[in-house]
C-alpha cells in the first residue's frame, strides 16, 4: 500500500501537543531543572524534527503513492469502464443471444409440434393404409381362392361321363315281365340287380383313373316288401354318371361287380351308394358277412314246358369280378364334351353256363354254380358306342 | 357325466360290483376314456373304422337294451343275451320274434375284444361291426326292419343328439353297428381266481391244481393261452352227418367258407365262466360239464373233419373229471 492512513497522522500530531504540556507544568513548579527542561526540549523537539521530517518524507512518499494509486486507478477506471463497455456489449450480445435462443426455442417448440403432428397423422395414415392394404390383401386372397377353388372344381368336375347299362336279351331290349323265345324256350326276367363299383378310366399312357367312392346300383326292379311296413318300389336305373374326371386322353374303362373285400367285410360302413339299406343285403348274406353282389331272376320254360322259376344271387368276395372295355376310339375328354357310353348287358350270357338245366337257386351254398354266374356277368357287358349325350 | 382318467385305472377292482351279475364284466356306469387292456391280455381288436370311443360304449349300451330295434318291438340283444346271465339266457335253444326255437344256442358274450377270427358259433360274421345285422333282421331273432329302425332312429327324441356325440357324421344306419360293437368289446370278464393265483393273491387247492394240468395235457390244443380257446373252428366229434338245409345252418364252417373240409366244425368256445355258461356246444346238448367231459372220454363219433386231437377220444378216470371241472370252477369271476 503507498498510501499512509491519516489515523496516523492524527495520533502522532495530537502525541507531540501533550507532552508539551506536562513540560511547561514542571518549569512553573521547579526552575533547577529548567536547564534540563530546555535540555530534554531540545532533544524532544530534535525527535519531533526528525518526526516531522519523517512524516514529510512519508506524506511526500503517500503523496507520490496516491499519485500513483490515482494514475493507476485512471488507468484502472479506465479499463474498468472499457471492461464494463465490454461487460455490457457482452451482456447486449447475451440479451441477443438469448433472444436469438427463446426463438429459436419457440421455433423448435413449434417444430416439434409440427413433427408430433406430423407422427400422428403418419400414424393415422399408417393406419389406413394397414387395414385398407390388409382389406385388400385379404380380398385378394379370397379372391385368389374363389380363383383356385373354382379351378379346382372346373378340373374336377371336367365333363360327366354318363354309363348307361342297356339289359337286353340277345338283340331286343329288356323289358320287365315281357315274355322272350330264347330258341325253343322262353324267358321272363322279373328282376335284374347289381353293383358296379370300383370304376376306373384307363388312360392312354397306360395310368389310371379310379374313381373315389364308386359303388352304384343299377337295377331293374320290381316292387318289393321288406317285413315291417315298408315297401320298395319298383325302380330302374340304368343311367350311372361320373363326374370329376380329370380332362385326359383314354382308351377303356374297367368296373366291377359287387363291392371290393374292405367294405364287403365290414358291413358298416358305407362309401357312394353303398350301405346296407339299399335291400341288397338281407339276413341270409348278413349271417355270412357279405352284401349280395347280384340278383337276378325270373321263369324260364322249356321247350318240353317245363317251367323254373329262379333266382340267382352272387355275394362274398370270391364272386368279386371285374370287367373291362376298350373304348372304339381314344377318348379325348376335354375336346368330347360331356360324353356318354353306351353298355349292352346281355343276360342271355348269364343263362348260357347252365344250358344243361337252370338251377333254381343260386346262392350261398352253391359256390360252384354263384363262381360259373359272377363269370358269366363279366361276358355280359360289351360296348355299343361312346358318344355325345 | 364326466369321464376321468382315473375310470380306467380301476379296471380290475371295479369289475366285480354288482352281486346279480354272475361274472364281473365291464364297462363300468362311465365307460373308460382310453382303451386298457387288462394285465396279461394281448392286444384287444379293433376295426380301423371304429376306434375306441366312450361315447359310442355308451349309445351301443343304449342300443343293446332298446326292444324297439325288434320287429315286434319287445325284443332287445339282452333279451337273449342277459347280463344277469352272462348275456347269454341259459336256454338250450333261445327263442326270438317268430316264436320258433333258433337252430342254435345263444352264445354268452364277454372278452370278444379279443376274438379276431370271427362272431357266431360258425364264424359267419367276419367282424363285431358286421355281427349285428343277422341277429336284428333274421325274422326268428329280432326280426328288425333296417329302414324303419333308421327311420325312426332319426326322428327319435334323445337318439339322434348321442348319434352326433358318437360320430362326426351324419346318421347312417351303420353307426348302429358300429356302437354296439363298441359295447360289445367292452364286456371284459378278467377277475376270476385262477387270475387272481397267476397274480399270487389266491391259492388253487390240490384238486384245482390237479385239474389245471389235465386241463393242459388233453384240452389245450384247442383251450388254449389265457382266453382258453384258440379262436378256431374245430369238429369235436358230436355229429357225422351235417344237414345242408336252412342255408347249411348245420354245417358248421363250411357254411362260411363252402369247403367241405370244415363241415362240423365250430368255434372253440372259452373255458373262462364256463361253469355259468351252460348249456353246452354249439347247440347246448350237454346240460353240464360233466356231460360234456363224458363226451371228450366216450362219445366221440368218429368223422374226416374230427379234430385229430380226438380221435379214440380222452382217456379220463372219474377222479379226472372231478379234478378239472374243479378247476373250470376257478376260471369263473366272482
Known sequence: MTTVPSSLLLFALTTACAEDEVDRSDAEAGSSSLEETEQELQVRLKELETIVSRLGTLIEKNERALKNAQSESEVTQASYAAALEKNEKLHEELRDAEVELASLQATLRAAEEELGDLKADKQTLLALLDSSSQEFFGKLEQLEDQVKQLELRLSEAGFPVSLRFSHRVGDEELVRGQQYSVGDASLSVKEIRYWVSGVKLLGVSGEEFALPDSYYLVEDAPEQMTHSDYTRPARKRDVVTLLQIPTGQYQGMEFSIGVDSLYNDNLSLHAGELHVLSNMANETWMWFTSYIFSKFSGSYETEAGEKVAFSWDTGSNAMYRSVSLDFPEVLNLEESGAVQVDLNVDVLELLAPFSDGLPAVIGPQKQAEMSLLADAYTRAFTLESVSAP | ?334
Request: glycine share 8%.
Open chain 2, 1 to 334: 357325466m364326466r369321464r376321468t382318467l382315473f375310470s380306467y385305472l380301476l379296471w380290475g377292482s371295479l369289475c366285480a360290483c354288482s352281486p346279480e351279475v354272475p361274472f364281473e364284466v365291464m364297462p363300468q356306469e362311465e365307460p373308460p376314456l382310453l382303451w386298457v387292456d387288462p394285465p396279461g391280455f394281448p392286444e384287444a381288436q379293433f376295426e380301423p373304422s371304429n376306434p375306441y370311443d366312450p361315447a359310442r360304449v355308451e349309445l351301443g349300451r343304449r342300443l343293446f337294451f332298446e326292444p324297439r330295434l325288434s320287429g315286434p318291438g319287445t325284443i332287445s340283444c339282452a333279451t337273449c343275451h342277459n347280463p344277469e346271465q352272462g348275456f347269454a339266457d341259459g336256454l338250450v335253444r333261445s327263442v326270438g320274434a317268430s316264436g320258433k326255437p333258433l337252430a342254435r344256442h345263444t352264445p354268452a358274450l364277454f372278452n370278444l375284444a379279443w376274438v379276431s377270427s370271427g362272431f357266431f358259433w360258425d364264424g359267419g360274421a367276419k367282424n363285431l361291426e358286421s355281427l349285428v345285422f343277422g341277429p336284428l333282421t333274421d325274422p326268428d331273432e329280432m326280426a328288425g326292419d333296417l329302414l324303419e329302425i333308421a327311420a325312426w332312429l332319426q326322428e327319435d327324441e334323445s337318439y339322434p343328439t348321442e348319434f352326433e356325440r358318437a360320430f362326426d357324421e351324419p346318421f347312417q344306419i351303420g353307426q348302429v353297428a358300429m356302437a354296439l360293437a363298441q359295447y360289445l368289446r367292452s364286456l371284459v370278464s378278467v377277475n376270476s381266481k385262477y387270475d387272481q393265483a397267476r397274480q399270487g393273491k389266491a391259492a388253487l387247492s390240490e384238486a384245482e391244481v390237479r385239474g389245471l394240468a389235465l386241463v393242459e395235457e388233453h384240452c389245450s390244443s384247442c383251450h388254449a393261452g389265457e382266453q382258453f380257446t384258440n379262436h378256431e373252428y374245430k369238429n369235436n366229434g358230436i355229429a357225422q352227418t351235417f344237414s345242408e338245409e336252412d342255408d347249411g345252418i348245420s354245417l358248421g364252417r363250411a357254411r362260411v367258407t363252402g369247403d367241405p373240409a370244415d363241415r362240423g366244425k365250430w368255434r372253440t368256445p372259452t373255458l373262462r365262466n364256463v361253469t355259468k355258461t351252460a348249456p353246452y356246444m354249439h347247440d347246448g346238448r350237454f346240460a353240464s360239464l360233466e356231460e360234456v367231459l363224458e363226451h371228450y372220454r366216450s362219445g366221440i363219433q368218429e368223422g374226416e373233419t374230427l379234430a385229430p386231437e380226438l380221435r379214440g377220444g380222452i382217456s379220463l378216470s372219474p377222479e379226472d373229471v372231478q379234478d378239472i371241472v374243479s378247476f373250470l370252477q376257478t376260471l369263473s369271476a366272482e
